[in-house]
């Protein structure tokens, strides 16, 4: 069999693969529920709790999807779903700043500690003034404090 076959046949088995997952993850009943992670949706949330009036930016990334700049007023968020990367390594980071303050996280991470922190299905990065918060359960845990400065 040639090299070129056997690259074919690889990729109609992976695409078979790919497609079967999709058909499970729709099948499932509950997002949160502790299922496999592979098919869950997840969804990460950046939310501005600041005092005053003070707006948030925020630029989130990954390695392929630049989701670009959001500027939030008090009370807002910016979020965004996903499934994980078949071929593992799912990773979402983000600046955020506020007048001459800023932070750079890590708000998901293919980890099963971060499964677990973000309930098999929400994180929740809430942006407070003394730095950002991970909600766990009811309560929000900082996680990041602020750095003097815009970068």
């Known amino acids: 069999m040639s090299h070129f076959c056997k690259n074919v046949i690889f990729f109609i088995l992976i695409q078979a693969i790919a497609i079967t997952l999709l058909i499970d ?3 499932c009943e509950s997002n949160n529920s502790h299922h ?7 969804h990460v949330h950046t939310v501005n709790g600041l005092s005053n009036g003070k707006i948030l930016l925020v630029h989130c990334k990954s390695k392929d999807n630049d989701l ?28 955020m700043a506020h ?9 998901f991470r293919e980890i099963e500690g971060f499964f677990d ?6 994180c929740i990065w809430t942006a407070k003034d003394d730095g950002i918060y991970l909600r766990k359960g009811n309560v929000d845990q900082l996680r990041e404090e602020w750095k003097r400065g815009l970068w």
């Open 68 to 95: 670009g700049i959001h500027n939030l007023v008090v009370g807002t968020e910016f979020s965004w779903k996903f499934k994980l990367n078949f071929f593992g390594g799912t990773l979402f980071w983000c600046y």
């Open 99 to 107: 007048d001459n303050f800023h932070a750079t996280l890590d708000v």
């Open 117 to 122: 922190e973000c309930d098999y299905g929400d």
């Open 25 to 27: 993850s729709s099948s």
């Open 36 to 42: 496999d992670p592979w098919l869950i949706t997840w």
